[in-house]
């Protein structure tokens, strides 16, 4: 094996989002983007209590780019202006493509609501292509018996391959570009290896737990290992249990531009988003 050398591990920001406290290790000051993947948001773990209805996202409208939401604990629903509604659980993932423009909004199942719970969740945005910015928006519900998973060499790490391949697995995800995600639980005193593809891109967020990476300590407050754009895997050593979120893709290397829920290539194609939305052009829930 050829290792993958870490690069860089992040101290992330902290922000709020809806009634939610968020770490959000990308963007940051020392990794403003991680090609073809934007934002990083991890949630939680926050505890709802019982009569929680107003804690939800309110709807929101996107453009050129796809949301992606799994979640680790809890449920959350959703509802979109293309008709969708359903509710995502523990271990599933809710695969958004936004394209010429979608809204939607997410928030507690009636059951948590009414009764309380705990929730945790990433929400990742990945960049579109240039050319498929503009399709037609979709959007995909990813169950637990639909994603497969596979153990790493030695078995100290569960990979619930969600998108792309890994180690001889593929995820159901429909991708517009070469994006491999995985949902992973760690096993304490566990010891392997992870094989990664041959992209120039893999990024590692470990939401809990404690665990070495190439002889590396990954420890609270800095979670997400940017690894450098060689090598087959990289060693895991796995002092405490918890769980992760594996990234790898191939850059767009494409002009962007970002403006709150729009992520474009030009600043006129910004400002045609605020138009279209403003016209009612991405529909309502």
């Known amino acids: 094996m050829e290792v993958r050398a870490v690069e860089l591990i992040t101290t992330p920001l902290h922000t709020s989002v809806g009634p939610f406290s968020v770490a959000q290790p990308l963007p940051t000051h020392a990794l403003r983007y991680a090609d073809p993947f934007l934002l990083l948001h991890h949630a939680g773990p926050h505890t709802f209590p019982p009569g929680s209805e107003g804690a939800k996202i309110e709807a929101h409208p996107h453009r050129g780019f796809e949301p992606v939401t799994f979640v680790f604990q809890g449920s959350v629903l959703h509802r979109d202006s293309l008709g969708n509604q359903g509710v995502i659980g523990a271990g599933e993932v809710q695969w958004i493509t ?18 309380g719970g705990t929730v945790e969740l990433i929400q990742l945005w990945v960049n579109l292509p240039a050319q498929r910015k503009m399709m037609r928006p979709a959007y995909q519900e990813l169950r637990t018996d639909a994603i497969p998973s596979v153990q790493s060499a030695g078995g100290a790490v569960t990979l619930h391959v969600v998108s792309g391949e890994l180690h001889g697995v593929r995820g159901p995800a429909i991708t517009q570009s070469t994006v491999i995600t ?11 290896v992870v094989d990664v593809p041959p992209v120039p891109t893999v990024v590692l967020y470990v939401l809990s737990g404690r665990v070495r990476v190439n002889h590396t300590h990954v420890v609270e407050g800095q ?18 249990s918890g769980s992760m ?17 729009f992520v474009m290539n030009t600043e006129e194609e910004i400002r045609e988003a605020f138009r279209d939305v403003a016209r009612g052009a991405f529909g309502t829930l």
């Open 98 to 115: 936004s394209g010429s423009g979608i809204v939607h909004e997410e928030g507690p199942t009636p059951q948590m609501a009414r009764d």
């Open 182 to 192: 995985a949902m992973g639980t760690m096993q304490a005193g566990g010891r392997g």
């Open 223 to 240: 979670r997400l290992v940017m690894f450098g754009t060689t090598g087959t895997g990289f060693h895991v050593d796995v002092e405490e």
């Open 245 to 261: 979120l594996l990234l790898a893709g191939e850059p767009l290397n494409e002009p962007m531009v970002q403006y709150g829920p």
